[in-house]
């Protein structure tokens, strides 16, 4: 689900100070187990030279999997929202297990959320590069999705060289939509 694990430092010294306070969720997969949730937890007790952490064991399909994956890295904000985005988007479109309604339902966002957050894949790279390093926000960004190609591209260096705010960005759309042109 996630691109990387990120920074563990907090983490593995909160778990040296407090002990793994919420055991990591496994399931069982051939001869051995599959981590559902809780990998950043086990990389950082892997760090700490763990022997026994605790872990309780899930009959699970792969649906609930993702799904329980999903919710845990949605509820503890440790994906950016491309990473959001892309599991979105894999949920509904490549596993085909429901539309952006069930997805919806399944993890207590709205049918807006998600629809808003698998639209900021259509942005160009640069500005999903720009939400990730926090250069920029997702709700700055999905104001480029009413725009065509060529005034998305020349509004996304905007955004990323002058950090707009929402309000700019609404400004420059509606200027754009008045036969103005724009100047990077």
Same mark, same amino acid.
């Given at each position: 689900?996630?691109?990387?694990?990120?920074?563990?430092?907090?983490?593995?010294?909160?778990?040296?100070?407090?002990?793994?306070? =919420?055991?990591?969720?496994?399931?069982?997969?051939?001869?051995?187990?599959?981590?559902?949730?809780?990998?950043?937890?086990?990389?950082?007790?892997?760090?700490?030279?763990?022997?026994?952490?605790?872990?309780?064991?899930?009959?699970?399909?792969?649906?609930?999997?993702?799904?329980?994956?999903?919710?845990?890295?949605? =509820?503890?904000?440790?994906?950016?929202?491309?990473?959001?985005?892309?599991?979105?988007?894999?949920?509904?479109?490549?596993?085909?297990?429901?539309?952006?309604?069930?997805?919806?339902?399944?993890?207590?966002?709205?049918?807006?959320?998600?629809?808003?957050?698998?639209?900021?894949?259509?942005?160009?790279?640069?500005?999903?590069?720009?939400?990730?390093?926090?250069?920029?926000? %997702?709700?700055?960004?999905?104001?480029?999705?009413?725009?065509?190609?060529?005034?998305?591209?020349?509004?996304?260096?905007?955004?990323?060289?002058?950090?707009?705010?929402?309000?700019?960005?609404?400004?420059?759309?509606?200027?754009?939509?008045?036969?103005?042109?724009?100047? %990077?």
């Amino acid at each position: 689900m996630r691109d990387e694990l990120g920074s563990l430092d907090e983490l593995v010294a909160s778990i040296e100070k407090k002990g793994l306070l =919420q055991p990591i969720v496994v399931r069982p997969v051939g001869d051995g187990f599959e981590v559902v949730a809780g990998n950043r937890r086990l990389e950082a007790c892997r760090r700490l030279k763990m022997m026994r952490i605790p872990f309780v064991v899930a009959e699970l399909y792969d649906r609930e999997v993702f799904e329980a994956s999903l919710i845990e890295n949605l =509820q503890h904000k440790t994906l950016n929202p491309t990473e959001v985005a892309k599991a979105f988007k894999r949920y509904v479109d490549e596993y085909g297990w429901g539309g952006v309604s069930e997805l919806a339902r399944r993890i207590g966002k709205s049918h807006s959320y998600v629809s808003m957050r698998i639209a900021l894949l259509k942005l160009p790279k640069e500005v999903q590069e720009a939400i990730v390093r926090r250069r920029t926000n %997702p709700s700055v960004a999905q104001e480029l999705l009413s725009l065509d190609e060529e005034h998305r591209a020349t509004l996304s260096k905007i955004i990323v060289e002058k950090k707009v705010t929402r309000s700019e960005v609404r400004r420059i759309i509606k200027q754009v939509r008045r036969g103005m042109t724009l100047n %990077p």
